[in-house]
């Protein structure tokens, strides 16, 4: 297995951060949390709160955060997944996810925990004229069931207006992490770092393999999101599709006032392509997605990219994002990096437990759309560890086990000949 660094800028500024000690023997716990990132961190927290006297473990291949968690695009979004259009189902799951926004604030606030997060609103662009109707008519629907969305013109070239959700918003997932550290640890749960699992056997005592020690657990949580085929789970399930990402330095507020971009967190279109941009608390602008070039798969489920994309995903996400924004034609790029989205067929994540001793406990594929749900993930799993199953039921991740994509070869086959047929010109950006 391969785990590289986290390269992002959301590190620039984070406070100070110690990492646990790797596993250095055999151990016993009751939940063993595999990975390191929001779902595990939430869980760890969650778990640890409601079950005190539980030995509780986090394991983690590289460090906290080193995950999609700490290098994604940092935008907070509403609902489960950019692709649902039922407006009774929408609303369900806007009340949902923004409970879970009020949480994630509530949770910094509760603990005072120094955390870079702006509740300013994101803009949901429509770049052709239909989806702006579309849009329009689809805010009318959702703000007669009580949702306080607006239609707001933009300007973003070539945008023919924007949604504007206010109740969402930008988070550093590095500082959230690194602040919960503390929390984790005070409330006894043990971490471990630098400690990859290579192999898990399940069993009433489920046995995981590090490269030199074993971990038995009585139930253990799968928090590995794009890294989750590599375990051994999900083979035909998650999608771990590497999504580039660039960042310029920090732009003048003038500059960005002049976008309208002064006042958000952030913007993200319905292309295809998705491109996603926020703009962190220094002002720079942080842009992913937004051409085929953005986004890649390497053979064999691999989470890293090779640099020679890394060149050609940051010119073409460069292009767009001055198509977006011809003011920053002349701003350098300073930041590049990757990390891998969990992308599932049905574009959203799964919660639940499985196994034949229902001691298997898993929250991924996201597929891009997971800084709110993989904080709520905590609460998800740490209900149906406690058999309340009741509160779940309804959504559309309860118990959901991802499948349907096909083992390599055609895995690999299936997504660069899909890229290469829906790449082309139909879906032209402006400018
Ligand atoms: C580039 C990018 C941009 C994104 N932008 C957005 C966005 O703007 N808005 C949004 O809502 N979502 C976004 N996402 C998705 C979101 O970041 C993720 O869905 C979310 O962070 C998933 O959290 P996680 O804890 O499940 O996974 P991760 O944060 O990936 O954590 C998994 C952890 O498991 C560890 N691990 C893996 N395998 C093992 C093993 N065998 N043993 C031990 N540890 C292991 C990894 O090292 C990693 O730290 C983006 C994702 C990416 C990659």
Redesign the pocket.
Known sequence: ?N?DDNGAPWLIGAPPDEPAPALARDLEVDIAI????????STAYHLSRRFPDRGIAL???????????????????NGITVKDHDPDLMAREYAMTTAAIDAIEALIHEHGLAVRMRRTGCLHISPTARSAEEAHARVEQLVARGIPLRFVTSSLRGAHGAVLDPNEGMLN?VDLIRAMRPLLVAQGVQIYES????RVREGQTIELATATHTVRARAIVI??????P??GYFRTGVLPV????IATDPVPREVLARVGLDEVA?F?DDLPRLA?C?IDDAGRVIF?GGTTAAYGYRFGNQTTCAPRDDDAATRAMRKTLVSYIPELADTPIRHR??????LTLVRH?AMGVMGSHRNVYY??G?????????NL?GRVLTDLYAGAHEPWRDCAFYMKRPSGIPPEPMRWLGYHLYTRLTGGSPWKRPG
Not at 366 to 374: F, W
């Open positions: 297995m785990f595999i990975g390191g990132g929001f779902t595990g961190v394991i983690e291949a590289k460090r906290l955060a080193n995950g999609a968690s700490g290098r994604n695009g940092g935008l907070m979004l997932g400690t990859p699992v290579v928090a590995t999101s794009g890294y989750t590599r375990l590497i999504s580039h990402v952030g993200f996603y926020s992913g990096w990757s990390g891998p989205l969990d994540c929250a991924v996201y597929s891009g759309h997971g800084i709110v749900l993989a993930a």
